[in-house]
């Protein structure tokens, strides 16, 4: 199987690599080991390598769409069942190439946006890990709907690498990773070999149709790196099917695109609530921006959207439409409707006064970028 170098990526501890449906199932028709013999010896060496790796597989229905006498793909209920037919084809497949046990962990966007299933997967991860366990995740597309669903695994992989504490994500496309212009529709396309803020000007260079069988094509890949890199986690999109990439990735070289880490990276908490944490409700209000230790008290909210419970996340935004920060709520929607509207016979300025804020400070991300 090849020429992988036994020299490590340098100061890598833990890794997440996704990798893409074109790469396990690339014709629909089964999982093929094809492509897949130089990622699982990539994961082999990486660990003996001493880092620790986790497994953002897709392909679960490109896998099972062969059982089907009509795998249409826009039939969602067809979808679901083609996911479910063929997640044990692809963990099966992947489970093959080892001689260390690998673990199944399927998850929705649900799951990840609540803090206690949250912090609950993050315990399942690093007991995994503890014990040498590959995870290998991918969406658990079968029970999905679209409000619950994370919808690509570009996304879902950055998600996982925060919630592992990773500091490393590789993720494989079709192509050398992230050029100027869609290099499938423009022979002058350049490669950009480093990415230092992922700006509007760079979402503007991805453009054109997803890959035969995948599902999210560059812009989730972007959208990836920048959920990853504001973690601290330095990102790389590269190619998956030319095994030189991942000699080259094994001996600390850039054989991609590299999307270089915040020097201040988010913490935590924070990193949660922007970007993994479901949005309940609105709150608006007259400022320009919300600083971190800024606490809102009644006053200053204008109106209230949606129905949140006391501590979901709300987003705060202004009358302008700007988004301002994310925060958990100290009160439910109903409490503070009823509070800050003039009800007959109600003195809600004396409760207005005894309230507490409805956000804290040590629960607010601020919504800015890089
Ligand atoms: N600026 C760009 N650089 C690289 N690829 C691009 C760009 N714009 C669009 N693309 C398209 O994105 C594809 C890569 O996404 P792909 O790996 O297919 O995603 P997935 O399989 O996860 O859905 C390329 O094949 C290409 O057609
Ligand atoms: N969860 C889906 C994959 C979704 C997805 O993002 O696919 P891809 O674009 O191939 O990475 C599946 O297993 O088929």
Same mark, same amino acid.
């Given at each position: 199987?090849?020429?992988?170098? %036994?020299?490590?990526?340098?100061?890598?501890?833990?890794?997440?690599?996704?990798?893409?449906?074109?790469?396990?199932?690339?014709?629909?028709?089964?999982?093929? %080991?094809?492509?897949?013999?130089? &990622?699982?010896?990539?994961?082999?060496?990486?660990?003996?390598?001493?880092? =620790?790796?986790?497994?953002?597989?897709?392909?679960?229905?490109?896998?099972? +769409?062969?059982?089907?006498?009509?795998?249409?793909?826009?039939?969602?209920?067809?979808?679901?069942?083609?996911?479910?037919?063929?997640?044990?084809?692809?963990?099966? %497949?992947?489970?093959?190439?080892?001689?260390?046990? *690998?673990?199944?962990?399927?998850?929705?966007?649900?799951?990840?946006?609540?803090?206690?299933?949250?912090?609950?997967?993050?315990?399942?991860?690093?007991?995994?890990?503890?014990?040498?366990?590959?995870? &290998?995740?991918? $969406?658990?597309? +079968?029970?999905?709907?679209?409000?619950?669903?994370?919808?690509?695994?570009?996304?879902?992989? +950055?998600?996982?690498? +925060?919630?592992?504490?990773?500091?490393?994500?590789?993720?494989?496309?079709?192509?050398?990773?992230?050029?100027?212009?869609?290099?499938?529709?423009?022979?002058?396309?350049?490669?950009?070999? =480093?990415?230092?803020?992922?700006?509007?000007?760079?979402?503007?260079?991805?453009?054109?149709?997803?890959?035969?069988?995948?599902?999210?094509?560059?812009?989730?890949?972007?959208?990836?790196? $920048?959920?990853?890199?504001?973690?601290?986690?330095?990102?790389?999109?590269?190619?998956?099917?030319?095994?030189?990439?991942?000699?080259?990735?094994?001996?600390?070289?850039?054989?991609?695109?590299?999307?270089?880490?915040?020097?201040?990276?988010?913490?935590?908490?924070?990193?949660?609530? %922007?970007?993994?944490?479901?949005?309940?409700?609105?709150?608006?209000?007259?400022?320009?921006?919300?600083?971190?230790?800024?606490?809102?008290?009644?006053?200053?909210?204008?109106?209230? =959207?949606? $129905?949140? *419970?006391?501590?979901?996340?709300?987003?705060?935004?202004?009358?302008?439409?700007?988004?301002?920060?994310?925060? *958990? *709520?100290?009160?439910?929607?109903?409490?503070?409707?009823?509070?800050?509207?003039?009800?007959?016979?109600?003195?809600?300025?004396?409760?207005?006064?005894?309230?507490?804020?409805?956000?804290?400070?040590?629960?607010?991300?601020?919504? $800015?970028?890089?």
């Amino acid at each position: 199987m090849g020429k992988i170098k %036994t020299v490590s990526l340098h100061n890598t501890k833990r890794l997440v690599i996704k990798v893409g449906s074109a790469l396990i199932a690339p014709r629909e028709d089964g999982c093929k %080991t094809r492509y897949l013999l130089d &990622i699982a010896q990539f994961i082999v060496h990486a660990r003996s390598q001493g880092i =620790e790796v986790l497994l953002v597989s897709s392909g679960s229905v490109a896998a099972g +769409a062969h059982h089907f006498k009509n795998p249409d793909r826009n039939n969602i209920a067809i979808k679901k069942a083609m996911a479910a037919a063929g997640q044990m084809d692809m963990m099966s %497949t992947w489970d093959r190439f080892f001689d260390f046990p *690998s673990a199944q962990l399927l998850m929705t966007h649900a799951d990840l946006r609540d803090k206690e299933r949250y912090n609950s997967i993050r315990l399942t991860l690093f007991s995994l890990l503890d014990e040498g366990i590959l995870p &290998i995740i991918n $969406e658990n597309d +079968a029970v999905t709907t679209d409000d619950l669903r994370v919808g690509d695994n570009d996304n879902l992989s +950055a998600m996982v690498a +925060a919630a592992a504490d990773a500091d490393t994500l590789v993720i494989c496309s079709d192509v050398d990773g992230l050029f100027d212009k869609n290099p499938n529709t423009h022979n002058d396309a350049k490669l950009i070999k =480093e990415v230092n803020s992922i700006t509007p000007e760079i979402y503007a260079m991805t453009s054109g149709p997803v890959s035969g069988v995948g599902t999210g094509g560059m812009k989730t890949k972007l959208e990836a790196a $920048e959920k990853a890199t504001s973690h601290g986690i330095m990102t790389y999109i590269i190619n998956g099917f030319d095994e030189t990439t991942f000699s080259a990735l094994l001996q600390g070289d850039n054989p991609g695109t590299l999307f270089t880490p915040f020097d201040k990276p988010m913490e935590e908490s924070q990193h949660w609530m %922007t970007h993994t944490a479901a949005e309940y409700g609105e709150l608006v209000v007259e400022s320009e921006r919300i600083d971190k230790t800024d606490e809102l008290n009644c006053k200053e909210i204008l109106s209230i =959207e949606g $129905e949140f *419970s006391a501590g979901e996340t709300v987003l705060i935004k202004n009358t302008k439409g700007q988004r301002l920060a994310k925060a *958990s *709520s100290n009160y439910s929607s109903c409490l503070l409707h009823f509070v800050t509207q003039n009800t007959v016979g109600v003195n809600t300025s004396q409760m207005q006064r005894s309230m507490g804020p409805i956000i804290s400070n040590n629960d607010i991300a601020v919504l $800015e970028k890089k």
